[in-house]
């Protein structure tokens, strides 16, 4: 019942994933060539896979939009749960709006 969204034959949704994370980190990997950064596209909810990628990480690093249950929250639901069970250390890191 309803609409059927044509999907072209080439979508692949990890491809398009590794693409639009390249993009993302390549500003920060041109101002800094001597940082050693892994990347990778991992299938699951965000808070269990961020804290597995963890094991032997120096750091990790995790966005934050703050909007769980409480308006201004700083923390959102996700980098609370990797600030409290990641296996190094964490930095949060919280955009200007």
């Given at each position: 019942m309803?609409?059927?969204?044509?999907?072209?034959?080439?979508?692949?949704?990890?491809?398009?994933a590794?693409r639009?994370?390249?993009t993302?980190?390549?500003?920060?990997r041109?101002e800094?060539?001597?940082?050693?950064?892994?990347?990778?596209?991992?299938?699951?909810?965000?808070?269990?896979?961020?804290?597995?990628?963890?094991?032997?990480?120096?750091?990790?690093?995790?966005?934050?939009?703050?909007?769980?249950?409480?308006?201004g929250?700083?923390?959102?639901?996700v980098?609370?749960?990797c600030?409290?069970?990641?296996?190094?250390?964490?930095v949060?890191?919280?955009?200007?709006?």
């Amino acid at each position: 019942m309803g609409w059927a969204v044509p999907i072209p034959d080439n979508f692949d949704p990890a491809i398009d994933a590794e693409r639009g994370l390249e993009t993302a980190v390549a500003g920060v990997r041109a101002e800094h060539p001597a940082v050693a950064m892994e990347t990778r596209v991992a299938e699951g909810h965000p808070a269990p896979v961020l804290v597995e990628a963890s094991r032997g990480a120096d750091l990790l690093v995790v966005g934050s939009r703050g909007r769980g249950a409480f308006a201004g929250m700083l923390l959102g639901s996700v980098s609370e749960h990797c600030v409290n069970r990641a296996h190094c250390p964490v930095v949060v890191h919280r955009a200007e709006s």
